[in-house]
């Protein structure tokens, strides 16, 4: 079974429209993230939950909504997609708090005509 | 700031070679390390980890050093096999937030059968 997996792999949108991407993890974790990958592959975080709890929110856009409607779920909602927005998104899932090794999803690649 | 190149490192081995792949870090607080592995068209996979009151773990075929004087982290890979032909990550947590891993530019490791 997947540990963390995300919906859809691939999504190909007009400039102007909104998306969501899920997220779901089985590992009974209780802190989830999203990272966004660059064509250089430069990976950065954009948002942690813990608990359903906002605990970390980089410098992001506010098209960009977070939803965690329980711990074991985490979605990402984009308003008004940009070019700039094409990347390929990542979820990931730890344990909890503290310095944890964090679980990765396979990524969503956003492509933004 | 960070430096983002036009490619990314790259290291090309023989199979059966070792394999060193370096990491530069710029936190001095930071105090846990992860290695991720990056296959194409796949998310980040976990490797090893270290934390900053050791200078060396191994796992298996791998090795992580940590010299935390000049900030700098190696991944040692032994007898490398084209499966090991990814991109890796070096990731490093400390200072603020307890959940927050920046991430390297990454090395691509390409093993020559």
């Known amino acids: 079974d997947t540990a963390v997996s995300q919906t859809p792999k691939y999504l190909v949108t007009q400039m102007g429209n909104d998306k969501s991407i899920k997220c779901e993890q089985n590992?009974?974790?209780?802190?989830m993230y999203w990272y966004k990958q660059d064509s250089k592959k430069f990976l950065k975080i954009m948002f942690s939950?813990?608990?359903?709890?906002?605990?970390i929110n980089e410098t992001v856009p506010n098209r960009f909504s977070p939803k965690s409607p329980d711990k074991a779920h985490l979605n990402l909602h984009i308003n008004s997609l940009e070019l700039g927005d094409s990347a390929v998104y990542f979820c990931?899932?730890?344990?909890?708090?503290?310095?944890?090794?964090?679980?990765f999803g396979a990524g969503t690649r956003l492509s933004v005509l | 700031g960070e430096s983002v190149g036009l490619h990314l490192p790259t290291l090309s081995v023989q199979e059966g070679d070792n394999s060193i792949i370096n990491c530069a870090y710029s936190n001095s607080a930071s105090d846990y390390f992860i290695w991720y592995k990056q296959e194409s068209g796949k998310g980040p996979q976990f490797i090893i980890d270290?934390?900053?009151?050791?200078d060396k773990r191994q796992g298996q075929r791998v090795t992580v050093l940590l010299n935390k004087t000049v900030k700098h982290l190696s991944l040692q890979i032994a007898a490398t096999q084209p499966g090991d032909s990814a991109v890796y990550f070096c990731a490093e947590n400390g200072g603020g937030s307890n959940y927050k891993l920046t991430f390297g530019k990454g090395t691509l490791l390409t093993v020559n059968p």
């Open positions: 270290i934390r900053s009151n050791m």
């Open positions: 939950y813990n608990n359903k709890e906002l605990i």
């Open positions: 590992l009974g974790h209780d802190t």
């Open positions: 990931a899932s730890s344990p909890g708090q503290g310095k944890n090794i964090q679980y």
